[in-house]
């Protein structure tokens, strides 16, 4: 079992930047795959980025390619999404989720997931 906490959401203007943080605990955070998720009002959880228990394999939706960086530290139990350039469609609530597969594209495949935190980017 693993317990996420998503934290770094807020208003943020066009252009902007914020860091979420994603800090589990439990056991064995390093073998999971961590995903961020985000979901605006009326849509659809979509996968963003996620990376592997090494760091070895990341994916970026193409919406945030080039301007989003999932990174982890795993001696800190911890993973973080770096985003740059925020659009107001970046606006949603964002999750962290894990998952023990090597790597996994799709909200079922995650096992775990944290309660969100709400990132609103203004035009």
């Known amino acids: 079992q693993v317990q996420l906490v998503e934290s770094g959401g807020g208003l943020v203007q066009a252009g902007g930047s914020l860091r979420l943080s994603c800090a589990a605990s439990g056991r064995s955070f390093s073998i999971y795959t961590i995903g961020w998720f985000r979901q605006a009002p009326g849509k659809e959880r979509d996968l963003v980025a996620a990376l592997s228990w090494s760091g070895a394999s990341a994916y970026y939706a193409d919406s945030v390619k080039g301007r989003f960086s999932i990174s982890r530290d795993n001696a800190k139990n911890s993973v973080y999404l770096q985003m740059n350039i925020l659009k107001s469609e970046d606006t949603a609530v964002y999750y962290c989720?894990?998952?023990?597969?090597?790597?996994?594209?799709?909200?079922?495949?995650?096992?775990?997931w944290g309660q969100g935190t709400q990132v609103t980017v203004s035009p």
């Open positions: 989720a894990a998952t023990v597969r090597l790597m996994a594209l799709t909200a079922f495949q995650y096992d775990y």
